[in-house]
């Protein structure tokens, strides 16, 4: 088993073929981050990597040790307030307004395998041999809170994956403003930020930039993860290419707001940070309940750019996608979209699909405009029943006739929207995003819906499951095509 625990050292070793990902804990029960990198031979004791040394202006954990720095030192779990100067991975209010934590080792288990993340995706394993799992629990007296930090590290892959699992053991009310999934503090900063902005319709250009003192991050409070950042970043050495030289890459198994950032100090290290995004996020964390965070994903590659994008192309073709078609080739598809727009009917719906067909075609998607009044983009969403004028055997009649063509039929949604000019907008205005007595900002002439009221989820899934249900639909295009704004 790839993770090793040296009791006489309290040090943990977690390897593969190619990588080494080492920790201790200290002398005050913290975790210290010793190593990550290219594999190295295991030993009882480590100890010559940790970093201790007097700083001018430090503040210490013990009276008698000056060279004893939260500050300093590499941490795997960092809070703030009690030494350490830099970004906390955790912040908890506690109900007598205190931020203060001290998370001390309790005890640890190591076992084959990756278990599943509660309500989150998550990567996996097929066989309990392809991974194996450390769990650290961390425990602070004063408020009760237990935080176990989660690893796997995979046999065949040089990744290690990292969240943190939070549970209330106390009484009171805990609020939790800030989970990152993920902290490395690694012992220098001489590498490029790499990261991939876009917007519509040019996402993910690769952006290089030398990492500088202070903080440099991405992010997205949008209420998705978006298509101006995705939730990845990358460390690359000065020397490395695309195919030679070291690349650290990280990623969030996570679409909703996020927070990836490095964080350099004045001594010239680097903290580097991914999780959820602290902005307007307040958890309370009730007396018996947990909190789960979302997967972190590290990828270690000494061959350059390509060997670590390779790594996670592989991890999420294999161990992340689910299903029948994560390794069938998917079926050729065509869209009606870019041919007709709005302007369709049943005859001409059918003209395409049938020439498609001639074509090798394998699939026919149906996109927007096929439900009541849906003429253009300002009117219709949240109405999802068959628009007759158009297709006057609905849904259900047009599939059956495209299906006896041979070929399978698709059909376009985007549930959580709805425009101003609908039935459901007229009828429940009080369905939408939107905050008292303040103005609402449209996007594409759409409103998001309130899918935290249950009585909304219900509508547009009587309305949704009606249509699917009656005809036979192979494939669903799930749009969202505005974020989220004046969230209330």
Not at 11 to 39: D, E, P
Request: aromatic residues 12%; hydrophobic residues 35%.
């Amino acid at each position: 088993m790839p993770i090793i625990y040296h009791s006489s050292s309290r040090t943990f070793h977690l390897y593969n073929a190619r990588m080494s990902y080492i920790l201790k804990v200290l002398k005050n029960g913290h975790i210290a981050q010793l190593y990550c990198g290219k594999k190295i031979h295991d030993r009882e004791d480590f100890d010559a990597l940790l970093e201790l040394e007097p700083k001018p202006m430090s503040v210490c954990a013990y009276k008698e040790d000056p060279a004893f720095s939260l500050e300093h030192i590499k941490r795997e779990f960092p809070s703030a307030l009690s030494g350490d100067m830099r970004m906390p991975s955790i912040d908890v209010r506690q109900e007598n307004g205190s931020r203060i934590l001290n998370f001390v080792y309790q005890d640890h288990a190591i076992f084959s395998g990756k278990p599943a993340l509660e309500g989150l995706p998550a990567t996996y394993v097929e066989r309990e041999e392809e991974a194996s799992t450390l769990h650290i629990h961390l425990y602070d007296e004063v408020c009760h809170l237990k935080a176990i930090l989660q690893y796997s590290i995979f046999e065949e892959r040089n990744v290690l994956s990292r969240s943190v699992r939070l549970e209330n053991e106390g009484e009171q009310t805990l609020v939790l403003e800030r989970l990152a999934s993920l902290n490395l503090d690694l012992p220098d900063s001489d590498y490029d930020f790499v990261d991939l902005k876009g917007a519509w319709a040019r996402e993910r250009h690769i952006q290089v930039q030398p990492l500088h003192p202070g903080i440099q991050s991405i992010y997205s409070i949008r209420g998705h993860s978006s298509n101006n950042f995705n939730p990845f970043l990358g460390l690359k050495r000065k020397n490395a290419t695309e195919a030679a030289g070291e690349m650290l890459g990280f990623t969030l198994v996570y679409s909703g707001n996020f927070l990836a950032q490095v964080d350099v100090d004045v001594y010239d290290t680097a903290r580097i940070s991914i999780g959820m995004h602290p902005f307007t996020f307040s958890w309370p964390l009730l007396p018996s309940n947990h909190f789960q965070s979302p997967e972190a994903l590290f990828v270690y590659s000494d061959q350059g750019m390509n060997g670590m994008s390779q790594t996670f192309h592989k991890l999420f073709r294999e161990r992340l996608c689910r299903g029948p078609w994560k390794s069938k080739a998917r079926p050729i598809l065509m869209n009606n979209w870019e041919g007709t727009y709005f302007d369709f009917d049943e005859d001409k719906i059918l003209k395409m699909a049938k020439e498609a067909k001639a074509l090798g075609v394998e699939l026919f998607v149906l996109d927007d405009g096929w439900f009541e009044g849906r003429n253009s983009d300002t009117s219709s969403l949240g109405d999802w029943w068959p628009d007759r004028t158009k297709l006057p055997e609905g849904i259900d009649g047009l599939g059956k006739k495209i299906e006896s063509m041979g070929l399978r039929f698709g059909l376009w949604i985007e549930p959580e929207m709805v425009n101003e000019k609908s039935e459901l907008y007229e009828k429940h205005p009080d369905w939408v995003l939107g905050a008292p007595e303040r103005s609402m900002s449209q996007g594409r002439h759409q409103y998001v819906l309130d899918f935290s009221n249950l009585e909304v989820v219900d509508y547009i899934f009587g309305l949704l499951v009606k249509v699917l249900d009656e005809a036979p639909i192979s494939y669903v295009k799930w749009d969202m095509n505005r974020s989220m704004s004046e969230v209330y």
